[in-house]
Nanobody
Framework: VQLQASGGGLAQAGGSLRLSCAAS????????MGWFRQAPGKEREFVGA????????FYADSVKGRFTISKDNAKNTVYLQMNSLKPEDTAVYYC???????????????????WGQGTQVTVSS
């Protein structure tokens, strides 16, 4: 499975960006897809995830109400719509794919087997 993320860039505080993550290869292996981010000097953290079958969504508290994950199964693509951006959203965003996660483990990096390259998101104040 290969994951290709795109859509990062520069936005002003209060603005919006949309990230895309396209999966290719043995996509039948993917149960869910998600996004993590890593800001300079900080550990990588969970942002959100979605199951490809049922479309169940999970979000970090820090982005709830501002970010929305959606999917297009026909295109094997997941999107992260980021609204009301804040300077603290500045980070490298990583797309991930999971073969399955147990109850309550969707936020763990170890639940994800596939990782795309990061895409930089910079929010200016």
């Amino acid at each position: 499975v290969q994951l290709q993320a795109s859509g990062g860039g520069l936005a002003q505080a209060g603005g919006s960006l949309r990230l895309s993550c396209a999966a290719s290869g043995s996509t039948f292996r993917i149960y869910g897809m998600g996004w993590f981010r890593q800001a300079p000097g900080k550990e990588r953290e969970f942002v959100g995830a979605i199951t490809l079958g049922g479309g169940q969504r999970f979000y970090a508290d820090s982005v709830k109400g501002r970010f929305t994950i959606s999917k297009d199964n026909a295109k094997n693509t997941v999107y992260l719509q980021m609204n009301s951006l804040k300077p603290e959203d500045t980070a490298v965003y990583y797309c991930t794919g999971s073969r399955g996660y147990g109850v309550g483990t969707y936020y763990r990096q170890t639940s994800y087997s596939y990782w795309g390259q990061g895409t930089q998101v910079t929010v200016s104040s």
